[in-house]
């Protein structure tokens, strides 16, 4: 036997193989958990349908608020809102001082612009789980949207107190101070951000804007440079700095930084116009 007929042999062995693992049915789980876990898997490789029908099997088999909400988070996945809300509140019954289903249902809510009664729901949550540092700042969010800044602000000063060295809500809560007019506020929370979070230029290009609009424009400039840095194919930063260059009186430096950008994108653009406008006094 020629060697070439070897391979071509040993290889269809092993492509039967594999075709026999294919057709060879799932073995059927007893319990909740293990549907659960095979629901997992289905959702991990993106096989929603069997995932919905081993959540289901699983909330038939033990009737609790936990497999409930596992089953309202993949109708919500796959956009069957009202089967998702039917589900959460079927947990909320089961179990009321669980806070998961309270929040996947606020979740539900802002999707569609509910936000009054996102921020119940977000309430609920909280108070189930008062040092949540995420429901908190998901909160923030639903009362900004309303127009609460005050309140929204307070549950971010919440969540750096829970969370003192995550640079995210750090973060966050600058923007809210920015956002809210108290850019005095803003600044050093922003810079703090930048320090526990020092690879992420897009905080640090916030830091530049902000410095802008309060006139830092030294400051600014060694802020983008850095953003630059770090993100060199993000064409809108070099836009930013040659307009600092500019108004600094630096226009050949600005008119050099230009060219150099590339072209922008629409996202690009986008984002310059929402920075054009924060520099000018408006929000983000």
């Given at each position: 036997?020629?060697?070439?007929d070897?391979?071509?042999?040993?290889?269809?062995?092993k492509?039967?193989e594999?075709?026999?693992?294919?057709?060879?049915?799932?073995?059927?789980?007893?319990?909740?958990?293990?549907?659960?876990?095979?629901?997992?898997?289905?959702?991990?490789?993106?096989?929603l349908?069997?995932?919905?029908?081993?959540?289901?099997?699983?909330?038939r088999?033990?009737?609790?608020?936990?497999?409930?909400?596992?089953?309202g988070?993949?109708y919500?996945?796959?956009e069957?809102s009202?089967?998702?809300?039917?589900?959460y509140?079927?947990?909320?019954k089961?179990?009321?001082?669980?806070?998961?289903?309270?929040?996947?249902?606020?979740e539900?809510?802002t999707?569609?612009?509910?936000w009054?009664?996102?921020?119940?729901?977000?309430e609920?949550?909280?108070?189930?789980?008062?040092?949540?540092?995420?429901?908190?700042?998901k909160?923030?969010?639903?009362?900004?949207?309303?127009?609460?800044?005050?309140?929204?602000?307070?549950?971010l000063?919440?969540?750096?107190?829970i969370?003192?060295?995550?640079?995210?809500?750090?973060?966050?809560?600058?923007?809210?101070?920015?956002?809210s007019?108290?850019?005095?506020e803003?600044?050093?929370?922003m810079?703090?951000?930048?320090?526990?979070?020092?690879?992420?230029?897009?905080?640090?290009?916030?830091?530049?804007?902000?410095?802008?609009?309060?006139?830092?424009?030294?400051?600014?400039?060694?802020?983008?440079?850095?953003?630059i840095?770090l993100?060199?194919?993000?064409p809108?930063?070099k836009?930013l700095?040659?307009?600092?260059?500019?108004?600094?009186?630096?226009?050949?430096?600005?008119?050099?930084?230009?060219?150099?950008?590339?072209?922008?994108?629409?996202?690009?653009l986008?984002?310059l116009e929402?920075?054009?406008?924060f520099?000018?006094?408006?929000?983000?």
């Open positions: 036997m020629r060697l070439e070897f391979f071509q042999l040993d290889m269809g062995a492509r039967r594999v075709d026999q693992e294919e057709l060879t049915p799932e073995r059927e789980p007893k319990t909740a958990d293990g549907n659960k876990r095979l629901a997992d898997s289905h959702i991990s490789k993106g096989y349908h069997q995932a919905i029908t081993r959540y289901k099997k699983a909330a088999i033990e009737n609790d608020a936990f497999h409930r909400t596992d089953l988070d993949a919500a996945y796959a069957l009202v089967k998702a809300v039917d589900q509140k079927r947990a909320v089961k179990d009321p001082n669980r806070p998961e289903p309270h929040f996947s249902l606020a539900i809510y999707r569609y612009g509910k009054h009664a996102a921020i119940q729901e977000y609920r949550a909280i108070k189930l789980d008062p040092r949540n540092a995420f429901y908190r700042y909160l923030s969010g639903a009362l900004m949207k309303t127009g609460q800044y005050k309140e929204a602000i307070g549950q000063e919440e969540a750096v107190l969370c003192p060295d995550d640079g995210f809500y750090r973060f966050e809560l600058a923007a809210a101070y920015a956002d007019g108290h850019i005095d803003a600044l050093p929370e810079a703090r951000a930048v320090e526990m979070t020092p690879g992420d230029d897009y905080y640090v290009v916030r830091l530049a804007i902000l410095c802008a609009r309060v006139g830092l424009l030294e400051e600014a400039v060694i802020a983008l440079k850095r953003a840095q993100n060199p194919e993000r809108a930063y836009y700095l040659g307009a600092v260059y500019y108004n600094l009186g630096r226009e050949e430096e600005a008119f050099s930084i230009c060219q150099d950008a590339g072209d922008l994108h629409p996202y690009d986008e984002f929402r920075a054009r406008k520099v000018e006094g408006g929000r983000w």
